[in-house]
Each structure stands twice: as structure tokens, then as C-alpha cells.
């Protein structure tokens, strides 16, 4: 066996060998020597394996990190844009995730609201942009045309000698204009027999004395009658054709002729101040800022949240808001009563004061349950306002009572 010594250890082997033992350690002395020796061996070998272990466990965390890197970038979708005149709201792009849109005061979000990252790393829905509500505002119409905002679109009313969407386009010669409001064309005419010829107008247009084709006016033709008409709102005649119109707060919908309203609140399209409910309404919205009773001898209210909002042991008192459109028929039910925690033997439904409480009843639904009632048609805009009161009773001993505090916002219009 080979064993590996200092070369003050092997002098003196090699000395004791040649009969020189003055100057040699002592059996003792080196027996002590090697075991040191060999502890150093033993420290030396232990510390370079211990260093060989850390070594190999700091290449293990860098190679699942390097690996949770890449995984991560496998399973992201694409930054998507911020529309112009709007907002992104969210910022993680993994799978599973959900992006939102949100455009600025006086636009109105066209395409997806929400976007989800997709297991094939492609985010659903479309692309959103942010469009005016008022088109006009960037004044499209060329030439001198007039502009007519529709909300989601614009018609252009172009001057003598000029058509099409901006009224870009020269007018072709067969093209007269009778006046403002009135439009006409010269027929489309085609020899037929020997001595015959047809002619006939476009869609949109009639024969009228002289041979000439005169626009038919179907706003008025249509619109005065309820059973006929064709636009829920106004009608704008065209050449030919005509367009609908919707108010201020809605849009038209896809179908081309009836309204929808806008929700101001969902899209951020309000000027409600922090610490406000924004309520939508037909056509508009409200800001509302539902206040507690002041306390009072030793009665006190604590806001517990938006819409109900004061408690007191047994009482409470809620806040709630009501759209309405214009003319509802009637008997109409709006608002239902009714509590979950009935310890006692009846309960009485009232109305005790508000604005406008003439057009409402309470009425019973079950044991349990009471119901708030239109009973007349009230023409808008108004706002209506109505307390209502629920008393608990236990062998006619009052146990309780809550109040609802209810506000109808009626619409101008009945849609």
C-alpha cells in the first residue's frame, strides 16, 4: 500500500531504514502524525464533496428556473394595444387571463370588452376601438356637406354637384336637385318596340309628371302613423332612402331602426365624483350619494354598503334606484319587500312619504312579501321618489321595522 507523507515524514523513514534513529520521531510521534494527517484527509475530502453537492444543487435551481422561463413564455399570448382614446385595464398575458377595455368620456367601445388568453395562445374576441359618440366632431362631410351624427355612424348631406359617403364624389349628370329637402333623378330608359320606350326609376324613387323620378320621402310617408312607422325615434329622408336617428344616450341598434340605450356607467362615460353611485337611466345616468340619517338621541346608523346602507339592530334602512321608461302600461310591479329573518307572527307593508307617491301602491304577495306598484303612466323626464315601510309584528307588538328608500328616474322617451 502507498501512502502519501509529508517529505519531512518520508526523510525520516528513509533515515530509520539506514539505522540513523537519533534522528528519527518517536513510534508515539508518528502514530500521532498520520492520525492528523489523515483527519486533514478527511476534512479536505468531506469539504470538496460538500462543495461538489452545493455546486450541483445551484445547477438544479438554475436549470428549473431557465426551465419555468421558457414554460412561462410558451404560455403567454401577445401584448395586445391600448385603443386610442381608451384604457387597458390588466396586465398579465398567461393563459387563462382576462384583459379589459374601458374608453374616455365621449367614446364608446366598439368590440370586445373583455379578452381571454386561449390555450393556443390567441386571445379571444376582437380587437377594440374607441369611437366617438359624437361622429361629427372630427367634420368628415367634404365640399360643404352637412353632417348628421347617428351615434354610431354619420350620414353627410351633400350640397349641389357633390355625392357619396363625404361627399367626395362629383354628382353624374342624371343627378338634379329640386331643393333642400326634396331630390330628384332623370329616369333610366330603354327603347323597346319600334316606336316604344320604357322607362322606369331606381328603389327609392317614383314617377312624377313631367317624366322625372322624384325622391320618395319615406319619413313622411311612414313615420306620422304609429301602425307604419318605420324609425322608433326620428327619421331623416335621403335620397332615395332614409335613416334613423336616436337621441342623446343611445344607439342605434343593428337592426337600423329601433334604439338602445347606453350604459354611461359601464363604459366609464360619466362624471361621477368618488364616494358616488353611478345609476344608468334611459338615456343618461345619475349620480347618486346615499346618505345615513344624522344619529339622533341614542340612535345611530352605520353604513354597510352601497345600496343598503344603514343597519341598527333590527331596523335598517336601504336605498335603491329605479330606470323607467316613459308611459309604461300599467299596473306595473317594481320593487318586491321582503326579509329572511321573520321571528314574528305578521308583517304590515305602507307607504310613508316621497314625491310623486300618487302613482304608487303597495300591495301584498305572500306572507312574506310586499310589492311596489305603478299604477298610473307618468310622462318623463321626472323623478319620482317613494318611502316605503316594513313592520314586523309579534301578537301586535312592533319587534322592528325597515324603511326602503326608493327613486324612480323616468326617461324623456318610451324606449
Known amino acids: 500500500m502507498l501512502v502519501l507523507l509529508p517529505g519531512w515524514v518520508a526523510l525520516c523513514i528513509l533515515q ?4 540513523s534513529v537519533q534522528e528519527c520521531l518517536s513510534h508515539q510521534q508518528l502514530l500521532s502524525t498520520v492520525r492528523q494527517m489523515q483527519k486533514l484527509l478527511s476534512a479536505q475530502e468531506a469539504a470538496h464533496l460538500q462543495g461538489t453537492r452545493s455546486l450541483k444543487k445551484q445547477l438544479s ?29 390588466g396586465r398579465v398575458t398567461r393563459l387563462g387571463h382576462d384583459v379589459h377595455f374601458i374608453c374616455d368620456a365621449g367614446f364608446q367601445l366598439v368590440g370586445s370588452e373583455t379578452r381571454t388568453c386561449r390555450r393556443d395562445r390567441t386571445w379571444s374576441g376582437t ?8 361622429d361629427c366632431s372630427s367634420n368628415p362631410c367634404a365640399n360643404g356637406g352637412t353632417c348628421v351624427d347617428g351615434n354610431q ?11 357619396g359617403a363625404s361627399c367626395q364624389s362629383p354628382v353624374y349628370a342624371y343627378w338634379v336637385t329640386l331643393s333642400n329637402s326634396s331630390f330628384s333623378r332623370q329616369p333610366r330608359c330603354a327603347e323597346g318596340r319600334p316606336g316604344s320606350r320604357h322607362c322606369s326609376c331606381d328603389t327609392g324613387f317614383q314617377m312624377r309628371a313631367g317624366g322625372v323620378c322624384q325622391d320618395v320621402d319615406e319619413c313622411q310617408l311612414f313615420q306620422p302613423n304609429p301602425q307604419t312607422r318605420i324609425c322608433l325615434h326620428d327619421c331623416l329622408n335621403l335620397p332615395g332612402s332614409y335613416r334613423c336617428l336616436c337621441p342623446p344616450g343611445y344607439v342605434l341598434h343593428a337592426d337600423r331602426n329601433t334604439c338602445e340605450d347606453v350604459d354611461e356607467c359601464a363604459g366609464s362615460q360619466h362624471n361621477c365624483t368618488h364616494g358616488e353611485l353611478c345609476i344608468n337611466t334611459f338615456g343618461g345616468h345619475r349620480c347618486v350619494h346615499p346618505k345615513c340619517p344624522p344619529p339622533r338621541h341614542n340612535t345611530s346608523y352605520v353604513k354597510t354598503s352601497s345600496f343598503r346602507a344603514c343597519r341598527l339592530a333590527a331596523t335598517s334602512i336601504s336605498f335603491h334606484y329605479l330606470p323607467l321608461q316613459a308611459n309604461r302600461t300599467v299596473p306595473r310591479v317594481l ?15 305602507a307607504i310613508t312619504g316621497g314625491r310623486g307617491q300618487g302613482v304608487f301602491t303597495v300591495r301584498r304577495s305572500d306572507r312574506q312579501t310586499g310589492e311596489l306598484v305603478l299604477t298610473s303612466p307618468v310622462v318623463g323626464p321626472a323623478t319620482l321618489e317613494v318611502e316605503l315601510e316594513m313592520s314586523e309584528f309579534s301578537r301586535k307588538v312592533l319587534l322592528g321595522k325597515h324603511v326602503f328608500k326608493v327613486t324612480a328616474f323616468v326617461s324623456q322617451y318610451e324606449f
Open 127 to 134: 380587437q377594440p376601438f374607441c369611437r366617438s359618440i359624437d
Open 153 to 163: 355612424s354619420y350620414t353627410c348631406l351633400c350640397p349641389r354637384g357633390w355625392s
Open 335 to 349: 320593487f318586491k319587500m321582503s326579509t329572511t329573518r321573520f321571528v314574528g307572527d305578521s308583517l304590515r307593508f
Open 61 to 89: 435551481v438554475l436549470h428549473s428556473r431557465i426551465q419555468r422561463l421558457a414554460g412561462k413564455r410558451n404560455d403567454t399570448c401577445p401584448q395586445l394595444a391600448v385603443p386610442l382614446n381608451g384604457r387597458k385595464l
Open 16 to 19: 530509520l531504514s539506514l539505522g
